[in-house]
């Protein structure tokens, strides 16, 4: 059960973000709205994926809302 651990991850990509009028609660930089795209994969192959949308900070990265 250790191994499987290792051979499983999880990559986010983030699609088409755009500006909004939202600052970020922890540094103060604009926010952007974005598609994001969680992918889990097995030994580097994809098998499952989520499209989601978030705002999500365009410098810390810290993500302050996610609508699924
Ligand atoms: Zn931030």
């Not at 009028?21 to 994926?49: E, G, K, Q």
């Not at 989520?50 to 809302?65: E, M, N, Q, T, Y």
């Amino acid at each position: 059960m250790v191994c499987f651990c290792f051979l499983v991850d999880q990559k986010r990509i983030m699609k088409n973000s755009k500006p909004i009028a939202c600052s970020c609660s922890r540094c103060n930089c604009s926010a952007h709205v974005a598609d994001m795209c969680t992918l889990t994969r097995f030994c580097y192959i994809p098998f499952y994926w989520r499209s989601w949308k978030a705002i999500v900070c365009c410098f810390c990265g810290a993500i302050l809302k996610s609508y699924t």
